[in-house]
Structure formats: structure tokens, C-alpha cells
């Protein structure tokens, strides 16, 4: 065998114990179950060890993993695209994020723990919270947001806190709602909050 050769085999080898992490990665995050480096290593057959050596931390494995899980924003408020009511959007909008993030609860938990810990890690943290939320509210883009800026800035800050990982858990863990009254909880205060905000341009 040539060092060429060599060469290329271990640079195969490198990829796919790579993909074979990755993959590994998926799959748990598609159970919804914990999700931490070990189990992830014991599924894809190699050392913890090694997993780090291909990721640096467990924030940065579950961002690539997740990459392409959330659709658009327009994708996925496609089935209200044509409404105009934003209190519709946004109960939508809280359902689709909700649903979503109960699905990848696993993986969402291990990653608001390592931003909590390591605040520096939260842009390595997926998602599409923000963007909902502008697409959402874009039926008051021209009305309250031309008007009264501070005002629409402020709503979406407020929705930022309720149509979220952390609203949601604190619902189920604390509150001990189950899943589907959590949601609708959730829903309820993000359309209270958007139906108050549109009376002001009525």
C-alpha cells in the first residue's frame, strides 16, 4: 500500500466514524430522551473519548445534528399563510415550536443546561424561535410597528419568553402539567399577549 493510499484510508476511516457519530446523534435526539456525550459514543461504537475528538463539546454535536430539523419560517407557518390575524400566526406559530421542541426535548434540555453553564455556547444553540415570531407578527409589521416601535419590540420579547424551550419546561416540570396542557397554556398567554398589543392599533 502506497502512503498515498494509507493516507486515503485513514481519511475515510475519519469520516466515517464522523458520520457514524452524527447519525448516532440523530437517532437519540429523535427518541426524546436524554441526550449526553456518552450514550451518543455507546450508540455510534466508539470511545468517548473519541467523540470528542471529532466534536469539542456536546453543544456543538447536537447543533450539527439538528441542522435541518426546523424548516423556514414561511415553511412552517404555511398553513396560515394567508391569514392576516396575527393572533392566529402566533397561536400557530407557539403550537409548531411547542410540539416541535417535545419531540427533541432531549436534545433542547442538553442544550439550554450548556448554555446556562456556558453562556458563550448559545449561539451554537438551534433554532427558530426569533424568526417565528417575526413571520408571526408580520400583519402588524405595518401597523403597530410603524406606529408605536417600542411597542411592537416589546411584544416580541414578551412572546420571546412564552414561545419557548424554557416556558415550556418550566409548564410541565414545575407547573406538572402534562405535555398538551402545557402547550395550550403556553398558546394562551402568547395570544393574550398579541390580542392586547393589536387592540392598541384598532
Not at 393572533?87 to 409548531?96: D, G, L, N, S, T
Not at 419557548?164 to 397554556?185: I, K, Y
Request: net charge neutral; charged share 20%; hydrophobic share 45%.
Amino acid at each position: 500500500m502506497t502512503a498515498a493510499q494509507a493516507a486515503s484510508g485513514r481519511t475515510n476511516q475519519k469520516q466515517r466514524t464522523r458520520t457514524a457519530i452524527l447519525a448516532a446523534a440523530r437517532e437519540l435526539i429523535g427518541t426524546g430522551t436524554e441526550v449526553t456525550m456518552p450514550l451518543i459514543a455507546r450508540a455510534a461504537l466508539v470511545s468517548e473519548a473519541t467523540a470528542y475528538r471529532y466534536f469539542p463539546d456536546l453543544p456543538s454535536l447536537i447543533s450539527e445534528a439538528l441542522s435541518g430539523v426546523w424548516p423556514p419560517p414561511a415553511k412552517a407557518l404555511a398553513p396560515v399563510a394567508e391569514s392576516t390575524d396575527p393572533v392566529e400566526r402566533v397561536a400557530f406559530a407557539c403550537k409548531f415550536l411547542l410540539r416541535g421542541i417535545l419531540v427533541h426535548q432531549g436534545a433542547v434540555r442538553a442544550m439550554i443546561a450548556a448554555t446556562i453553564t456556558r453562556p458563550e455556547n448559545v449561539t451554537a444553540r438551534p433554532g427558530i424561535r426569533f424568526s417565528l415570531i417575526d413571520h408571526a407578527l408580520q400583519p402588524l409589521q405595518s401597523t403597530l410597528g410603524a406606529t408605536d416601535p417600542q411597542a411592537f419590540a416589546q411584544l416580541k420579547r414578551d412572546l420571546a419568553v412564552v414561545v419557548s424551550a424554557e416556558a415550556l419546561f418550566t409548564l410541565t416540570d414545575l407547573c406538572r402539567l402534562t405535555p398538551d396542557e402545557a402547550v395550550d397554556s403556553a398558546v394562551h398567554t402568547a395570544t393574550t399577549l398579541t390580542q392586547a398589543a393589536a387592540r392598541t392599533t384598532t
